[in-house]
């Protein structure tokens, strides 16, 4: 079974400091996908990034990065100097990858980030 | 980006009554679709999944009788709360994969708040 962990349930910052939002995944397959997303107020999902198991390649969008480290099974985010309109609740996912399941994701809990004023 | 659409975006509803909630991929078309299910600060809880032409797959604990999918079209996925109580209110969100594009991808709509009185 497939299983993502986001141990940080509300992160509060003060708006441009730097802000790390972890996730820890579990997962039997070697082919995989990760996915990061935001949900702030209204409801909808914002995509942000996804990333397949074969590319470890860390990713720099603005002030978005993330890190993929496939040795501790993890996919942690960071936000550079965070703006109060980066508050949300962000989750990770994890997708599986094979036909009969392409795209059925599990989700972690969620991480709620409060940047301040 | 690819569009998917759910109608309605809010509903309220008294205890009992049956509701149906569309979910739609405006530009491209699905073979799968999938239900989730969202409590107030909770994570999203896959109900479903949808396939074009045959029968919705149910994930452990999520009734079929309660939850009925019909997913008539490559572009259409219906979900009907069926005699539903109080405990259905939750926020539903239907995400879609193109039949082209590869297993990663995977489209969300905007989701449906489902209030029952």
């Known amino acids: 079974a497939q299983k993502v962990t986001q141990a940080q349930t509300e992160i509060s910052v003060v708006e441009k400091e730097d802000v790390t939002l972890d996730c820890v995944y579990e997962?039997?397959?070697?082919?995989?996908?990760l996915f990061w997303y935001k949900q702030p107020p209204s409801g909808e999902l914002v995509f942000l990034i996804r990333?397949?198991?074969?590319?470890?390649q860390n990713e720099i969008s603005g002030r978005y990065s993330w890190n993929f480290q496939k040795s501790t099974s993890s996919f942690n985010f960071t936000i550079t100097a965070s703006q109060v309109v980066d508050s949300a609740v962000y989750f990770c996912?994890?997708?599986?990858?094979?036909?009969?399941?392409?795209?059925?994701?599990?989700f972690g809990d969620g991480t709620t980030l409060t940047v301040k004023p | 980006g690819a569009v998917v659409s759910q109608h309605p975006s809010r509903v309220i509803c008294k205890s009992g009554t049956s509701v149906k909630i569309e979910c739609r991929s405006l530009?491209?078309?699905?073979?799968?679709m999938f239900w989730y299910r969202q409590f107030p600060k909770k994570s999203l809880m896959l109900m479903a999944t949808?396939?074009?032409?045959?029968?919705?797959?149910?994930e452990q604990g999520v009734e079929k009788d309660k939850f009925l999918i019909n997913h008539a079209s490559l572009t259409l996925s219906t979900l009907t709360v069926t005699s539903a109580h109080p405990e259905d209110s939750s926020f539903y969100i239907c995400?879609?994969?193109?039949?082209?594009?590869?297993?990663?991808?995977?489209?969300f709509g905007p989701g449906t708040r489902l209030t029952v009185l």
């Open positions: 997962t039997r397959d070697t082919t995989y996908y």
């Open positions: 996912a994890l997708s599986e990858a094979w036909a009969t399941n392409a795209g059925k994701s599990t």
């Open positions: 530009d491209f078309q699905a073979t799968t």
């Open positions: 995400s879609a994969n193109p039949l082209a594009g590869g297993y990663n991808e995977q489209f």
């Open positions: 949808s396939n074009e032409g045959s029968k919705a797959t149910y």
């Open positions: 990333r397949n198991s074969f590319d470890e």
